[in-house]
């Protein structure tokens, strides 16, 4: 296996739990998501040499069911946009049937649509987040990508439900999430009807928006019927996660003190030297901008940081009320501009996102799905956002989308 | 009709049949049927359907005519034919006739199109196309295109028309239209100014007018006695989805009148420029005081078109026993409602109890909303309960309650909050219950406005400091009596819109002083900002007053647009940016070298750079995280975009309650049980990943060197 892909390669894989329903299923995780024994280090200084203790909650819920865990692939620094990351292209390589990556802004939808496979984003608080390595808690979701949607389904069945572990899950659990094994994931629901979020097609440049709207014609012969939505206040949602992103990762990466785990600074001569310098070295570049714009709002700016959550009360009622009348909103994963250099600012991150980062804003679920927006510059992804609870609806609006016999492979 | 031998693509007409024309245009659509080739063929006044056939093109023209694409520039000749019965095209003006082409020459290419300009149909019941669904970001970056659409072309045409049809009125009226300095002196009242750097004095700046008002006053000290102008203003405000930095005011201004005056001439003024979209004003627009709009209404600029008044019912529930109201009597609170007519059916007690007393109301402001449906000649709530006998009978007679209607009422300590939350309710009930009439035009005058309005340490001016008072015998150092004071200045408001206003002006530099000094502004202050001003009130000023109009809300409103980049031919977008030209625009440092401006933050510190520098220092230090110095820039530049950010969302937040997290955190208790230590920190395991370790311990800097 190729150690450019994989940042720990599990030498002796554990014999898998007879007879689960991911039996002989081939899987990788981010290494934001602790495996116990395994190095842990979520792409940053901050957790340098840092080994597990416990295994995630997904993941012993992953090994129960019979999957093989094949090793941890490279993140991004602490899952903060895509520098580095390798997750897809584990599964593009074909060295692994499903990965799980760490979704803030849409780094496992636009991974996903980059590499032209599945992508899916499940409702807030219907996968346990314990022991993952995090960064903005209220938004941060653990992302499930394969090759197809039979394995999204399998996978997100034998990871989701209540963790005790979790308290961001809530008291009143999600209704089950349970996939028809078998039978057409398509079939459930006679009629289903899609939104197009207008102000979400004008970060397309204009032979983006003809594979959309030829995408869309698709949609439409496939039986799911089509409305235009308007939203307003569609670019508050990247302003309303820039401002809440940054106070919770700026109060989440609190807990790097460089004492309990991680990189400590040498010969600092007194306890606030010691915090100042080890923590100075260990945030890269970006990170550090969006921590401390983070603390920016935290300290110097505090009612800023409530009136973004006001604006996010009102995105989620809004979104809501999109959702009135339709199933789901239909949009494209990522813009094909932003793509051609590494983000370097935390506007540029911002910048690959715009469209994605909207369903870690509400926490509604969003799948994002292959070959129907091919553009010079690589699949866009056509995403599906469904309301918040209905992971499987999602699921079986796209099975209709793929004959059973053309689905991406 | 015919120029320079071309004709008009939309006059040709029946009474044209035969002869040979000169054409020329843009290809607007295309339909081939194989042999034959049909083009729509566009200009300025309008489509002609032509046509290539063999049977009377040449073939080598046939053959030139199919490299045709939409948007082509072309120039063609042919003879004009009436249209075999049932090809006639309804979509268009000359939809009964074609012309037969004979020649084509194509004077220039078009690219591929960003986006389909064509909006009318080729057939009859084909569909028109329309940019509804094209990004505005898109038309805006290509907006020549853009304007090429005949409906486009028709918004700067009315444009046009509506702005004339003002200057020719005006003139007749005796006005004259006299420009007034873009480059102007820089006042901080108001909005943030444009600024110009100025080459010859360096580290000096011109700013842009945000209007011409002082220039105006001093054509009337001038003696020119009626003066118009349509006149480009700019302001630098905060980003709101319909206005841009730069717009166009007819600003107007006139010697010994009144304000029966400027009612008069302004009325027959709006009347005549919506004259021009087909719309008849009712006459005389109806007055309503600023006081009477709070009372009623419940803002400064009413929407008239429909009823829904508020009716004062706090001297109702004087004695009352409701726990609620009473303790927002007892804090000298008011109680205000209002009776929506016959809609108790729509207005279920699910959606007044749920929707509006729950969720829509709050979001006013307000902290609830009482509600009652009369029914059988009685009220029917969820707290008439606690009314007494007599209270109920007065509310039934005070808002002439009827079986069917609904009683909404908002109660508050603050007065303010009452009409302003029952005014957001009003707007909000009439959307919703579809009481707001089409095709309906409301104007009205709003007068009597405050002077001034409280400040946290004293008094601004309301409108501005050059509007004369009701009365000059006020004490400028009485606060209270000075928010008292009421003002000659005056609104023109249509369907809940500000169109424009102005005011009867000071002309005695007495009182004028006394408003500068009410203000709190000291004499060197007076004198720096306004002594060229106020010297020229020394000399024989004449009473006078004017008004000013938006010329870009006019327009839209007139020809129902929705929004006033459509009636502009270059807007900036929502961004107060430019697609086309990329504006604004980094410049070179030559440029800035040659304007001093490099060296503008030498003599004179940049404000804010030293408290930038000082705002790292801070959040380094209380998040503990170290800076090398090659660090900073980048740190800088994130913290400039979060201040954009706070404003962004300072502009736009409402009041909703903060969400902090998609689902409410839930409480996580240990189970019952004694307390234990966790095994991983009893094995040892938690010491494994510490970067440095003493004995069982954690290790760590010494507190102090």
């Known amino acids: 296996m190729d150690s450019k892909i994989f940042s720990y390669i599990d030498p002796s894989p554990p014999a898998p739990a007879d007879g689960g329903a991911l039996s002989g299923k081939r899987a990788a995780v981010q290494s934001s998501i602790s495996v116990k024994g395994w190095p842990t280090e979520a792409g940053s200084r901050a957790l340098e040499g840092f080994i597990a203790l416990e295994d995630a909650t997904v993941v012993e819920r992953l090994r129960a069911a019979g999957a093989i865990l094949a090793g941890n692939t490279h993140t991004g620094e602490l899952g903060f946009g895509l ?78 439900g209540h963790d005790d572990r979790d308290p961001s899950m809530g008291d009143t659990p999600l209704e089950a999430f349970r996939m028809g094994r078998g039978s057409s994931p398509g079939s459930e629901r006679s009629s289903l009807s899609a939104g197009v979020v207008v102000q979400s097609l004008e970060s397309l440049n204009a ?40 106070v919770e990762a700026s109060s989440s990466c609190g807990k790097f003190d460089g004492v309990r785990y991680g990189h400590c600074a040498a010969g600092a001569k007194n306890w606030n030297e010691m915090y100042l310098r080890s923590r100075g070295e260990s945030f890269g570049r970006v990170l550090k901008a969006y921590l401390f714009q983070g603390a920016y709002f935290q300290f110097e700016n505090y009612p800023a940081f409530e009136r973004a959550c006001s604006l996010r009360a009102k995105l989620a009622q809004a979104g809501r009320k999109w959702l009135d009348g339709v199933d789901m909103m239909i949009l494209p994963t990522r813009c094909a501009a932003a793509h051609d250099r590494p983000a370097e600012t935390v506007e540029q991150v911002y910048d690959i996102f715009p469209l994605t980062l909207p369903a870690n804003v509400t926490g509604q679920p969003a799948l994002t799905l292959p070959g129907f927006l091919p553009t010079s510059a690589g699949d866009l992804g056509l995403q599906l956002v469904g309301p918040a609870g209905g992971d499987r609806l999602l699921l079986e609006a796209a099975g209709r989308l793929y004959p059973r016999t053309e689905e991406a492979r | 009709m015919m120029q320079n031998g071309r004709w008009d693509c939309g006059n040709v007409s029946m009474a ?126 290509y907006r020549y295109l853009d304007l090429r659409r005949p409906s486009m072309q028709q918004n700067l045409a009315k444009r046009y028309r509506i702005i004339k049809t003002a200057r020719d009125f005006l003139d007749e009226k005796g006005f004259l239209e006299i420009e007034t300095p873009l480059l102007t002196k820089s006042t901080p009242e108001g909005a943030r100014d444009y600024l110009v750097p100025s080459r010859h004095y360096p580290k000096h700046f011109y700013a842009l007018p945000q209007s011409p008002q002082l220039f105006k006053q001093l054509l009337m000290v001038a003696g020119f006695e009626r003066y118009f102008q349509v006149v480009r203003c700019f302001r630098d405000e905060d980003l709101r989805p319909n206005r841009q930095p730069e717009f166009t005011q007819l600003d107007l201004e006139a010697s010994f009148i009144d304000e029966e005056f400027i009612y008069e001439l302004v009325e027959e003024l709006v009347s ?141 300590s603050s007065y303010e909050l009452v009409v302003s939350a029952l005014g957001q309710l009003r707007l909000h009930l009439a959307e919703r219950l579809g009481l707001v009439p089409s095709g309906v035009f409301a104007p009205l005058w709003v007068t009597d406005f405050p002077l001034f309005e409280a400040t946290e340490d004293g008094v601004t001016s309301n409108h501005h400091p050059f509007t004369a008072p009701h009365r000059e015998d006020f004490n400028p150092s009485d606060r209270e009596g000075l928010l008292d004071l009421r003002s000659r200045a005056y609104d023109v408001v249509v369907n809940g819109e500000e169109l ?99 060296q503008l933050g030498e003599a004179k510190p940049i404000p804010g750079v030293q408290e930038q520098q000082e705002l790292i220092e801070t959040l380094s230090w209380v998040s503990r995280i170290g800076l090398e110095t090659d660090e900073r820039p980048a740190i800088l530049s994130a913290l400039a975009d979060a201040r954009k950010l706070a404003e962004i969302v300072e502009s736009r937040a409402g009041r909703e309650e903060p969400l902090f997290a998609p689902l409410p955190v839930a409480n996580r208790m240990r189970e019952k049980g004694p307390a234990v230590n966790s095994p991983l920190a009893a094995g040892g395991e938690l010491l494994k990943n510490a970067p440095a370790v003493k004995g069982n311990y954690f290790k760590v800097a010494s507190i102090l060197d």
């Open chain 1, 83 to 160: 520098a580095g990351d390798t997750a897809s292209q584990a599964l593009k390589n074909g060295l692994v049937d499903v990965t799980l990556m760490t979704d803030t802004l849409g780094e496992g939808r636009v991974a996903a649509a980059s590499a032209g496979v599945f992508g899916f984003k499940p409702s807030y608080g219907r996968v346990s987040r314990f022991g993952l390595v995090g960064l903005v808690p209220s938004m941060d979701c653990c992302s499930i990508l394969g090759k197809s949607l039979d394995d999204l389904a399998a996978f997100l069945e034998a990871v989701e």
């Open chain 2, 500 to 598: 424009g206003g102005g005011s009867i002006r000071i002309n005695s530099k007495e009182l004028q002083m006394k408003i500068f000094q009410a203000l709190g502004l000291s004499r060197e202050e007076i004198e720096e900002k306004f002594g060229f001003f106020v010297r020229a009130l020394d000399y024989g000023a004449p009473p006078h007053g004017g008004l000013a109009l938006g010329m870009d809300r006019v327009a839209s409103m007139i020809l129902g647009t929705s929004s006033i980049r459509e009636v502009t031919a270059f807007p900036k977008n929502r961004s107060a940016y430019c697609p086309l030209t990329q504006a604004p625009s980094e410049v070179s440092l030559a440029q800035l070298e040659e304007l001093g401006l490099l």
């Open chain 1, 207 to 246: 032979g983006g928006r003809k594979v959309f709207e030829e995408a869309l014609r698709r949609v439409e012969k496939a039986g799911i019927a089509l409305r235009e939505v308007q939203c307003e206040d569609f670019d508050l949602f990247r302003i309303v996660h820039n401002v809440i992103g940054s």
């Open chain 2, 272 to 412: 005549r420029m919506f004259a021009v979209g087909g719309v008849t004003l009712p006459r005389p627009f109806p007055r309503m005081t600023h006081r009477d709009a709070m009372d009623f209404y419940g803002t400064d600029r009413p929407d008239t078109r429909f009823a829904l008044r508020f009716v004062e019912a706090t001297d109702i529930f004087a004695d009352t026993q409701y726990s609620i109201f009473k303790q927002i009597l007892q804090r000298g609170g008011r109680i205000k409602g209002i009776n929506v007519r016959g809609q108790s059916e729509k207005l279920s007690k699910n959606v007044l109890q749920n929707e509006y007393a729950k969720e829509i109301v709050p979001s006013f402001g307000a902290k609830g909303m009482t509600w009652m449906r009369v029914m059988d000649g009685g009220l029917e709530s969820n707290i008439v309960q606690f009314f007494s006998e007599q209270e109920r009978h007065a509310v039934l007679e005070r808002f002439g309650a009827q079986d069917g209607d609904v009683i909404l009422m908002i109660a508050d």
């Open chain 2, 16 to 141: 044209d049949a035969g002869k040979e024309i000169h054409l020329a245009g843009w290809v607007d659509a295309l339909r081939d049927h194989g042999e034959v080739l049909f083009m729509h063929l566009r200009d300025r006044s309008g489509i002609v359907q032509v046509v290539f056939s063999p049977e009377f093109t040449p073939p080598e023209v046939c053959e030139r005519a199919r490299a045709l694409r939409s948007e082509y520039c072309v120039a063609l000749n042919g003879r004009v034919a009436e249209r075999a019965p049932g090809t006639e095209n309804p979509h268009i003006e000359t939809g009964t006739l074609e012309v037969l082409v004979q020649d084509l020459s194509i004077l220039s290419r078009a690219a591929a199109l960003p986006f389909g300009i064509s909006e009318k149909a080729m057939v009859a019941g084909g569909a028109g196309g329309g940019v509804d669904s094209v990004a505005e970001e898109l038309r805006l970056q």
